[in-house]
């Protein structure tokens, strides 16, 4: 049978057997009218204060999103934040700080597909720039052992609103909520101490956990320390839509749809499977091969060990070329030998997180990639292996297995992830 996976913006077909295991999201319904939504959940949050009790009048007010590389509606979240403070009267002066962690800036292009023009002209829109020293306020050091640095114009401002998407996430559990502060407006040095050998390494550093999870422990001193006055999470469909608002105080905002995306993506399977054919959930997310381990690492918790992933993802921004995360794969000759290296250093390098977990995954299982933007040699050089047709690559796959090998599908990629319990 023909299973499309997402990818890119157009999707992909793979061949696969009629017996496969396919692992879609549990529906969500999008919601029949988001704004309508957006305006209640401000107006009627879960905890705390309504926005406008949040925001007097002529405050300066501060409002983090998600950069280019998730599907945040943007658009209709700071449009909607922006109503309610027009219409309350509040005259507040508002600036957007785009929560690009160590991500690159977003461009002038990719802002306005964000926010759209109108948006933009209504409001002040800054990248975060994690390499700014001036640009950064110290808070000491937090949680364990973080030295922390934010946004300055974060910290100084009078009001401090989050707004995230909350999806399954790696490593730290789930994005959104305290994300947005750190590593979202975080300065390089934190980020590293986040994201360090240890607590990346960490057994608990996994999908859906949050207590316990060293990384998601930290993130959540730090942000309660740097103050969220209010945090507006959303959810989204398999096609993008908004399923879920949750409004109102940090904590018990994230937590709520924390549950609820628990409940739509996370499957538990009966068994393991010899090769596991997985996404990265399309564009944004499988713009660049750095993303796309997040499609990987979903499908390293269901294959057999010594079995094979064949990872879809569109890579139209490359790995990305003259990255930290290209440089470091080319240090070393094998994933063995990275993994070696990261353990070993006492020192956390830009992007060796995204390498150690990768590693960690070809230790345990082949990987094949298909990818239109990135070519054979890079593929090579990062250790991987090119899968032009991903249809031939998974009969490859199962022809190598032998008989009685089983196969598992990921359309959706990391937002359905599956378990073996």
């Known amino acids: 049978m023909r299973v499309r996976l997402a990818y890119g913006t157009t999707g992909l077909d793979v061949e696969v057997p009629d017996d496969a295991c396919i692992v879609w999201p549990r529906s ?3 919601l029949p009218d988001p704004a309508r939504a957006l305006r209640a959940a401000l107006r009627r949050p879960l905890a705390g204060p309504p926005l406008r009790a949040v925001v007097g009048a002529g ?32 005259d507040a002066s508002v600036t957007v700080l785009v929560a690009t962690g160590t991500h690159r800036a977003c461009t002038p292009g990719e802002l306005q597909a964000m926010f759209g023009r109108a948006l933009l002209e209504r409001v002040r829109v800054v990248n975060h720039d994690a390499r700014d020293a001036t640009a950064l306020a110290d808070l000491g050091i937090l949680g364990a052992g973080v030295p922390v640095w934010l946004h300055r114009e974060w910290m100084e401002a009078d009001v401090r609103i989050t707004t995230g998407l909350v999806e399954p996430h790696f490593f730290a559990g789930f994005s959104g909520g305290p994300k947005m502060i750190a590593p979202g407006l975080a300065g390089l040095e934190t980020v590293l101490a986040l994201h360090d050998a240890r607590r990346i ?6 999908w859906g956990v949050l207590e316990g999870n060293p990384v998601h422990d930290d993130v959540r001193a730090i942000a309660r320390a740097a103050g969220s006055h209010f945090s507006l999470d959303v959810t989204l469909t398999a096609d993008q839509r908004i399923a879920g608002v949750f409004a109102g105080e940090l904590a018990a905002a994230h937590a709520a749809a924390c549950a609820q995306v628990r409940a739509t993506a996370m499957h538990a399977l009966p068994q393991r499977f010899d090769v596991v054919v997985t996404s990265n959930a399309g564009y944004p997310l499988d713009q660049n091969l750095y993303q796309a381990v997040k499609g990987m690492a979903a499908a390293a918790r269901v294959v057999v060990p010594g079995g094979t992933i064949v990872c879809a993802a569109e890579c139209r921004d490359g790995l990305p070329a003259g990255s930290a ?16 290296r990261i353990l070993a250093s006492p020192h956390t390098a830009p992007d060796q997180w995204q390498v150690q977990i990768q590693a960690r995954i070809q230790r345990e299982a082949r990987v094949l990639v298909k990818a239109d ?3 054979a040699d890079e593929l ?22 032998g008989a009685g090998a089983r196969v598992c599908v990921l359309p959706a990629g990391p937002h359905a992830i599956a378990w073996v319990p």
């Open 380 to 401: 090579g050089r990062c250790h991987l292996e090119p899968a032009p047709d991903a249809s031939a690559a998974v009969a490859e796959a199962l022809e190598r297995a």
């Open 59 to 90: 405050r300066r007010v501060v409002i983090a999103v998600c950069d280019v590389t998730r599907p945040q509606p943007r658009e209709l979240v700071v449009g909607a934040i922006l109503d309610e403070l027009d219409a309350g009267g509040t």
């Open 373 to 375: 933007g990135v070519t």
């Open 325 to 340: 995360y290209a440089r470091l794969l080319a240090e070393a000759p094998s994933p063995a030998a990275l993994a070696a």
């Open 28 to 30: 969500a319904r999008a």
């Open 201 to 206: 390494g960490h057994p608990q550093a996994t």
